[in-house]
């Protein structure tokens, strides 16, 4: 457990590991080990095509069990990745351990800077000045993995710098045995330096199963309240998978798509990683399989409710929207909800003021999609960079959500 002592006060040790951490990393990537969990070792032995860069072809996929860190299936699991929004998790491990230790609450407010305002999409629409709660903070990097929050918060454990929460990261994945991996920043946009394995993110999955059960809760939900905007998961399987307990999806053109899942039956926890996979329903498919291989089997629940495609099946039944935004402009409003319905040859375009913080926003919708075409058509908005959620038909209320004098 000492290496979980590591780092322990945020920000009294901030200002000392800003100052000495980028000549310690290669002396600790080197005797990362005087502590030893149980490691995930390679008791299934993976192909021999480790040594690629991060885009090379192919997935890279692992499942281990959580209780014992069993390796039961890896394939690629070496290759160095690009984590993307996975970058996430490591950021939630240290906020969970700020928890543990006192070092914040989950009311503490954090400040938003302009540096956190500004990154680019998907994020909440934060403002400079703005301050937002720890709680908020988690709940809005678990569901639609929100940039800005993600970057607010590392400031926050970075005593005010996302390059130190970095080098934290760094610090924490070496210590926990993640030899592979770099951080150089919180929120896993686009960075050359930032790379990881899918070994090393179910080490990680793994100490956050294992020692931070109590926030174990934040990766279940799906979907929250932010100042009367309801902000949905993105994570699919948590509603198609009996038993999934989170983790956390991320995407990057170079990244590709990339999923983390934990999901338990019969006390048993499996934890799942899949990376660089070609679409959506591709890595959704292959968790589904992992996981069902590991349990022995997908169980009734599943076989009865979806014995194909689990991403296929929509949760309810109705039209669903495609939301882009919030845009500080109508016009900009505007221009986005009519390229969405031109991407896509379907949908009514519409405008939706959106009240946060006091401002009047104006959010893009395509509406009158199936479950299906909602979904792609967030996942093309998020490969252009663009904010995108989809909003069930119970959350469709047009009387609150709508200017009927806004149509696009």
């Known amino acids: 457990m000492q290496a979980r002592r590591i780092i322990r006060s945020f920000p009294k040790m901030a200002t000392l590991l800003c100052a000495g951490a980028l000549g310690l990393l290669p002396a600790l990537a080197q005797a990362r080990h005087t502590h030893r969990e149980p490691q995930l070792a390679h008791s299934y032995i993976p192909d021999n095509n480790s040594g690629f860069g991060p885009t090379a072809p192919g997935p890279s996929e692992i499942l281990v069990d959580a209780a014992t860190g069993t390796v039961l299936n890896a ?13 996430k998790l490591m950021v939630l491990d240290l906020a969970f351990e700020a928890l543990r230790d006192g070092q914040m609450t989950l009311d503490t407010e954090i400040p938003v800077s302009p540096h956190a305002a500004a990154v680019e999409p998907v994020k909440l629409g934060l403002r400079p000045g703005d301050r937002i709660s720890v709680r908020q903070a988690i709940l809005a990097m678990t569901t639609m993995s929100a ?8 400031e926050y454990l970075g005593g005010g710098s996302e390059v130190r929460c970095a080098v934290l990261m760094t610090l924490r994945a070496h210590a926990l045995g993640m030899a592979q991996t770099q951080f150089s920043n919180a929120s896993g946009l686009p960075n050359p330096n930032q790379v990881t394995t899918a070994r090393d993110l179910a080490i990680l999955a793994r100490d956050i199963v294992i020692h931070d059960s109590a926030y174990q809760s934040f990766f279940e939900v799906q979907k ?42 019969n006390g048993r926890v499996l934890i799942g990683v899949a990376l660089h996979e070609p679409s959506w329903g591709t890595a959704y498919e292959q968790e589904t399989a992992m996981l069902n291989a590991g349990f022995g089997g997908p169980g009734p629940a599943y076989a009865a ?34 390229s969405a319905r031109d991407l896509r040859g379907q949908g009514i375009a519409r405008i939706a003021r959106v009240e946060r913080h006091g401002h009047i926003l104006y959010a893009a919708q ?5 479950w299906s075409a909602a979904h792609a058509t967030c996942h093309l908005a998020a490969a252009r960079g663009d904010n995108c959620l989809v909003i069930g038909p119970t ?11 806004a149509k696009a």
């Not at 940039?147 to 590392?154: E, F, I, K, R, S």
């Not at 194909?308 to 495609?322: D, F, K, L, S, V």
């Open 75 to 87: 394939r690629g699991a070496d290759i160095p990745r690009y984590p993307a929004s996975l970058t």
């Open 147 to 154: 940039n800005d929050a993600a970057t607010a918060l590392g």
């Open 224 to 265: 929250f309240d932010f100042y009367g905007h309801t902000i949905y998961s993105n994570n699919e399987m948590l509603k198609t998978y009996p038993g999934a307990t989170g983790m956390k999806t991320g995407y990057t053109n170079l990244a590709r798509h990339n999923l983390v899942i934990s999901a338990a039956r």
């Open 305 to 338: 409710a979806a014995p194909a495609r689990p991403a296929a099946a929509p949760p309810a039944r109705g039209t669903y929207i495609a939301e882009l935004g919030p845009y500080d402009r109508l016009s900009r409003a505007r221009r986005a909800a009519l």
């Open 366 to 370: 395509l509406a009158g999609l199936t």
């Open 395 to 405: 959350a469709d209320n047009v009387a609150n959500r709508a200017d009927s004098s």
